[in-house]
């Protein structure tokens, strides 16, 4: 891990206008080192794909930055962005519905390199061919067949092929694999992980699934109403958690093991609007922590730990850092 | 072929289950969707079903319960909710049962709801039908019943429609429907998939609850082995139709004998699991239940497959280990072995 290759800055994204208007991504700060896998995970509607698609521009910004390999995309027009979007590729949830139902598969996976002017037709068949190998679908047997002859797995596997036939840099996935049975999604996961080393990809990995985004990811930004909550490296901050809200996921997942008994906290409620969102602290409705302070001034994400930032005024206690003792330099 | 040796427990089995199949007639021919199935379950006990997609979970949990469309479907054996045959019993005779012993909550409840009525009205029309109460007492036990899943400001919530409300909140008004009329047998199918882990908690606890105070009898369908090893008492697992291995929930997971299981098991990410551990997958996917392979359906993906496993299907047999763990492979592992025939 060496120098940020994506870097998000008080990111705020609107939908709608005037009343109605929601601040789904609420003020969001982090950086994606080049190489490493940034996991982002919530709850439904708590922002993750707005923020997403924010980075690539597919909603714009009302405020903030996002700077990508040095470069500030937030101001790019569309065409602009479109030559950029080779470097930088999303992948979803849907694999079925993502790919062109009326194009054949080798077709499916050249588009990119057609978009970025690969002229050569012998040199493209090549590069679709070992990107097919190398996603475990055999160019021979499916090039010329159709996404609804394959299973979930094997779109999500082609949609892969896809994004990577062009060398990009960054990939977005979002709950790319959410809707795949679990024997298929840890082949995509092993998948993704080899393919990540062998092309040296960073990677911002959005999901709900605590698991599968421990699984994947070098450290972990938990978000709450349009907000970051907690960021740390994933083992510290799933061992760890300093944010009442990440403790509260994880003590509401469940392991497939009788004997394994979970801290069984259950947070009450449910995740109150962002059109109206509580003063202060967001999470202050629900928290049982929650104290005067809490309503009045919102927190903002800081260094407990080394490389562990948390957005909360009392901190769960760690044995490293007092309550309340002074906040290293962000 | 597969007969289970029915356990003769003196014990109060409200779901009898055997040699259950369903088929269904596709134009690709026909499809056995529920292959051979045997299971009891005991008066107040959870079973929960397991299995990926198409694995035939909903159909056999349906099935039990007489709930499918009967226009392409054929079925054969026997089912039976405190003695009453559900198997190739008349609708009109299934809807007394629907509507006072037994019980359904599904994955999606947008889908049981009627989108343009308020859900009280939705529940006090079940009061209505079901136990003949009156407007009044019917709207008054809405409210009531909303209450008790955990839906604050009960009154006003009873006015809203079903888009009006979250998918945690439309799934409890469902639960409030399941238990309105006091059923003794509930079916979940997939109940908090789709929710938050926050809001499946919250709804787990609630349907735990309920049981309890009732002395409720479940199958709880899930594909998320999480769920069923902090939530049932027994555990079948499916594979292609069939159940491929069944046992007391802390059994199963304490000594599974089938490989699927352990193939599922070891795919599961886990939150106890330190970052990036390497999942070991099955390759491959479920064989097509059009054309299922000869022999043990899981032979084509299954790592320890020999010669006879490609030519004879398994029978669901009791363990050596524990007369209530049942497996279906020629090769079980953890130090299983079939009980002989007949002991
Ligand atoms: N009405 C029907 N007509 C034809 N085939 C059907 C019908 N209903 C279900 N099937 C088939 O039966 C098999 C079992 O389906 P079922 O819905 O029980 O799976 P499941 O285990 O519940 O899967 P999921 O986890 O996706 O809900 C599948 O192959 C499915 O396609
Ligand atoms: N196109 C849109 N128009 C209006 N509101 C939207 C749109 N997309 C998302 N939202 C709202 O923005 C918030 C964040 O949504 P999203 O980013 O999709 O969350 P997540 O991916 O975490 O589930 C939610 O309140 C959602 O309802
Ligand atoms: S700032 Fe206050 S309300 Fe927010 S998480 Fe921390 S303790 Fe809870
Ligand atoms: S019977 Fe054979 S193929 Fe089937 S699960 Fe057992 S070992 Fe594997
Ligand atoms: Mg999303
Ligand atoms: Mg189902």
């Not at chain 1, 709950?175 to 960073?202: C, W």
């Not at chain 2, 198409?54 to 099935?63: A, D, E, I, P, Y």
């Not at chain 2, 054929?74 to 009109?92: E, L, P, Y």
Request: with cysteine; glycine share 6%.
């Amino acid at each position: 891990m060496t120098a940020p290759l994506l870097s998000v800055k008080d990111l705020v994204v609107t939908y709608g206008s005037r009343k109605n208007a929601v601040q789904a991504v609420a003020g969001v700060s982090f950086e994606v080192m080049e190489g490493e896998t940034l996991g982002l995970v919530g709850e439904s509607g708590c922002g993750k794909s707005t923020t997403g698609r924010a980075i690539l521009q597919l909603e714009r910004a009302s405020s903030g930055s996002v700077e990508f390999d040095g470069e500030e995309l937030t101001g790019l027009t569309r065409g602009e962005m479109r030559t950029r979007r080779r470097k930088l590729q999303m992948l979803f949830q849907d694999p079925i519905s993502s790919l062109n139902p009326r194009r054949k598969i080798k077709n499916i996976v050249a588009e990119p390199l057609i978009i970025w002017g690969e002229a050569d037709e012998a040199k493209r068949e090549t590069l679709v061919n070992e990107m097919l190998l190398e996603v475990g679908i055999d160019p021979a047997l499916a090039g010329d067949r159709y996404p609804r002859e394959f299973s979930g797995g094997q779109c999500q596997r082609i949609s892969i092929a896809r994004s990577l036939v062009a060398n990009p840099k960054l990939l977005v996935c979002d709950e790319m694999v959410s809707a795949l049975d679990v024997s298929v999604q840890a082949q995509i996961i092993n998948l993704l992980t080899d393919l990540k080393k062998k092309h040296n990809l960073t990677l911002l990995f959005i999901a709900h699934d605590l698991a599968v985004v421990k699984n994947v990811s070098d450290r972990v930004a938990v978000m709450y109403l349009g907000r970051l909550c907690e960021l740390g490296p994933s083992d510290d901050l799933y061992a760890h958690p300093l944010h009442p809200y990440t403790e509260a996921l994880l003590s509401a997942a469940v392991v497939p093991d009788p004997d394994v008994q979970l801290s069984h906290t259950t947070l009450e409620g449910e995740p109150p609007s962002p059109i109206n969102p509580p003063s202060g602290c967001r999470f202050r409705t629900r928290c049982p922590s929650a104290q005067t302070r809490c309503a009045e001034e919102v927190p903002e994400l800081r260094e407990v730990r080394p490389g562990h930032q948390v957005a909360c005024h009392f901190p769960l206690s760690t044995t490293h850092v007092a309550i309340g003792e002074s906040p290293n330099a962000q | 072929m597969t007969t289970v040796t029915t356990r003769q427990v003196a014990s109060d089995n409200i779901v009898v289950v055997e040699n259950l199949s369903t088929t269904f007639a596709t134009p690709r021919g026909s499809l056995t969707a529920v292959n051979n199935v045997s299971l009891t379950i005991q008066r107040g006990m959870s079973l929960g079903i397991v299995g990926e997609s198409g694995s035939g979970k909903t159909v056999l949990s349906r099935s039990i319960i007489g709930l499918l469309p009967p226009s392409n479907m054929t079925q054969t054996g026997s089912a039976t909710i405190n003695g009453n045959q559900i198997i190739g019993v008349a609708h009109k005779e299934l809807l007394k049962l629907w509507g006072s012993e037994v019980a359904m909550i599904f994955q999606d409840p947008m889908t049981a709801l009627t989108p343009t009525r308020r859900v009280g009205d939705q529940i006090a029309e079940s009061l209505r039908i079901n136990l003949k109460m009156s407007k009044k007492d019917a709207k008054a036990k809405a409210i009531d019943l909303l209450r008790q899943v955990g839906i604050p400001s009960p009154e006003r919530r009873s006015r809203a429609y079903p888009n009006q409300l979250s998918g945690g909140m439309r799934q409890r008004v469902m639960i409030a429907i399941a238990i309105a009329c006091g059923p003794e047998f509930l079916v979940a199918d997939e109940p908090t998939t789709g929710l938050d882990v926050t809001v499946q908690a919250q709804v787990l606890d609630l349907i735990s609850e309920l049981r309890r105070e009732a002395n409720l009898t479940m199958i709880l369908v899930t594909h998320d082995l999480g769920v069923v090893a902090t939530r049932t008492d027994n555990v079948a697992v499916m594979y292609a139709g069939r159940i491929v291995e069944q046992a007391p929930t802390k059994e199963l997971f304490a000594r599974v004998a089938m490989p699927y299981t352990k193939g599922l098991l070891d795919s599961t990410p886990r939150i106890d699991a330190p970052s990036h551990t390497r999942l070991s997958s099955i390759e491959g996917r479920p064989p097509d239940l059009v054309n299922p392979p000869a022999g043990c359906p899981f032979a084509p993906r299954c790592t320890l497959a020999q010669d006879l496993c490609h030519k004879e299907a398994p029978a669901l047999v009791a363990s050596t280990l524990d007369p209530d763990h049942l497996f279906a492979c020629h090769y079980p592992l953890n130090g299983h072995a079939a009980q002989p025939q007949g002991a």
